[in-house]
């Protein structure tokens, strides 16, 4: 059983999943603390309603390397063996991921997570969804990866691919693609929960997974 961080910045759908999946088994783990940079985040009220602590460290007009001091601080109180990031709209320090680099027990995983709404290392940082839609990108989704010192940039765990339609608006897209965080993130939290996970170089691999299905995805289909 492995006791979780999350940190957000807005609503919280992604922590409502892993709350839903500690909650219902799927995840050998509890949400120990919930961390906002903004005192009202919707996420810190999903946090409460489910039992777990909150904490606010408040970001604007705060120098980084403060903030990230103040955030660790609170986070040693409550021992997390993972961080997750949802929606946490702030890039990391270098002190902040080391402080939660790999141990002797996580096969070379890092100790941070994120879910980012696009197929990375395509539209990497803010408005992915917008990203693709003006790029012309036939499919979009989203990756669970580890978290390093760039935007988005650790290693890939898991994705999820959706199709663009071309009816499609940002807001039309993003909720295609986030129903599917909300499946994938639970699952890579359980991965590492369960001790699956390995890193080696820039590879993820999963213990006792089945390999994909060799299928093409094509759009527009011609027939």
Request: charged letters at 20%.
């Amino acid at each position: 059983m492995i006791r979780i961080a999350v940190l957000a910045s807005g609503s919280g759908t992604n922590l409502g999943a892993l709350l839903d999946a500690c909650a219902g088994g799927q995840i050998d783990g509890r949400v120990e603390v919930v961390l906002s940079n903004m005192p009202g985040a919707g996420a810190l009220e999903r946090a409460r309603a489910a039992g777990a602590a909150t904490e606010v460290v408040p970001s604007k007009g705060v120098q980084r390397e403060s903030h990230d001091a103040e955030v660790l601080a609170r986070l040693s109180r409550h021992t997390p063996d993972l961080v997750c990031l949802a929606g946490y709209m702030r890039l990391l320090t270098p002190r902040f991921v080391s402080a939660y680099g790999p141990t002797s027990s996580t096969r070379g995983c890092p100790r941070i997570m994120n879910i980012h709404p696009a197929l990375l290392p395509s539209f990497p940082g803010l408005h992915a969804q917008r990203q693709a839609l003006a790029y012309g990108a036939r499919f979009s989704g989203c990756t669970v990866h580890f978290v390093d010192e760039g935007t988005d940039s650790g290693a890939i765990i898991v994705q999820a691919v959706v199709p663009v339609l071309e009816s499609d608006t940002e807001e039309a897209l993003a909720a295609r693609i986030l129903s599917e965080e909300h499946r994938i993130y639970p699952r890579a939290v359980q991965w590492f929960a369960q001790g699956r996970l390995a890193l080696e170089g820039r590879r993820v691999t999963v213990r006792g997974s089945r390999p994909p299905e060799p299928v093409a995805l094509r759009s527009p289909w011609d027939e």
